[in-house]
């Protein structure tokens, strides 16, 4: 794996797609060249298991099913397009990856955090992320500044216990991954975020 892949992590409405844009304007102006994708989807195929995965019709969906949809998914987008240009030496940035599985289905769903690693093995060993922004703040603050959540979105409308659970695992991952992820304070404003992210990928001499 010759290029640098850098994925971005974070509770729903924490500000995570509009901090993506903003990065997204600072590379072009800088003539940083990258490619960006997202989990799930980012591949034809993935874009497809997306669909199913967050249809609020699919409510009797097993957390079994959930998580091996959400390992489908990424087992698509890492051969079809993330391996192949991290081995071509490109930046690849991936709005959520591999520790949303184990926040959300991992920690909130408790399927357990070794359950997840034995779906996600290809990942463990072909493409781990070389660092990770999270974006911290609480399912509480998220939610108030995004306004409530989506009610056709299965996964955002799994409720408070849920969404706190997903937070607490963020913070263990956090914890345990030191070196890898970069735990940045996303309560003040976007441009103060903005900065944090620059700041810290430059420090991380992705940038
Ligand atoms: P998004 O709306 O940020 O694109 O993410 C889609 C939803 O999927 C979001 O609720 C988080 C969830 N998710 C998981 O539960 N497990 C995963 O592995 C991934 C990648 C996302």
Redesign the pocket.
């Known amino acids: 794996m010759k290029g640098k892949f850098v994925t971005f992590e974070g509770c729903?409405g924490v500000g995570?797609?509009r901090q993506i844009k903003l990065l997204e304007e600072y590379l072009s102006e800088n003539g940083v060249k990258y490619f960006l994708t997202?989990?799930?989807?980012g591949t034809d195929v993935s874009e497809q298991i997306?669909k199913i995965?967050?249809d609020g019709k699919n409510a009797e969906m097993t957390d079994r099913c959930?998580a091996l949809l959400?390992a489908a998914?990424?087992a698509q987008v890492v051969s079809e397009t993330i391996l192949p240009r991290l081995n071509a030496g490109e930046l690849v940035f991936c709005?959520?990856?591999?520790d949303?599985?184990f926040a959300?289905?991992g920690k909130a769903r408790n399927l357990g955090y070794k359950f997840i690693e034995e779906i996600n093995s290809f990942v463990l060993e072909c493409c781990m992320p070389d660092v990770t922004i999270f974006l911290d703040l609480s399912p509480e603050q998220a939610f108030l500044r995004k306004g409530g959540a989506d009610m056709t979105?299965r996964?955002?409308t799994s409720g408070t216990d849920f969404h706190r659970a997903v937070y607490k695992g963020y913070l263990e991952l956090a914890e345990k991954y030191k070196d890898r992820i970069v735990k940045i304070d996303a309560s003040g404003s976007k441009a103060e975020t903005h900065a944090k992210i620059i700041a810290a990928l430059k420090e991380k001499g992705v940038i």
């Open positions: 729903e995570k797609s997202r989990e799930p989807g997306r995965l967050l959930e959400y998914s990424r709005d959520r990856f591999v949303s599985s959300y289905q979105d996964l955002e």
